[in-house]
């Protein structure tokens, strides 16, 4: 599948803004990035959540840099053979980071269907 990457950033621009809003307003301190390849020894890698999920933040969080969550376009479109299966790649992976930030697990994400 080919994609540009202005249009793939749209796309998970629109995953952002369909986040419920009543979620949304507690995704705290996080910048959300699209780079085109994972990093090297990892290529499957479809996105990544680093930081202090918001279970784990206390009363002394602060003054820190921002969490980052980074979608990889490459090997999401990779996987994929429409637009409709970019969208809801993009989608799956954009809700599935987004719940790392809130403290949500990978086995539980799986349980979900978000995995």
């Known amino acids: 599948m080919e994609m540009s990457r202005a249009n793939f950033e749209?796309?998970?621009s629109q995953a952002l803004d369909e986040i419920p809003e009543e979620l949304g307003a507690y995704v705290e301190n996080v910048a959300v990035f699209v780079e085109d390849d994972?990093?090297?020894g990892d290529p499957e890698l479809l996105g990544i959540y680093e930081g202090i999920p918001l279970t784990?933040?206390?009363h002394e969080y602060g003054g820190v840099l921002p969490d980052r969550i980074t979608i990889y376009r490459n090997p999401t479109l990779a996987i994929c053979d429409t637009f409709g299966d970019v969208l809801d790649e993009v989608n799956v992976t954009v809700v599935h980071e987004i719940a790392?930030?809130?403290g949500i697990d990978d086995a539980r994400l799986h349980?979900?269907?978000y995995g």
Do not use: D, I, K, Q
């Open 56 to 58: 784990e933040r206390g």
């Open 10 to 12: 749209a796309l998970v």
């Open 111 to 113: 349980e979900l269907g």
């Open 38 to 40: 994972p990093p090297p």
């Open 100 to 102: 790392h930030h809130f």
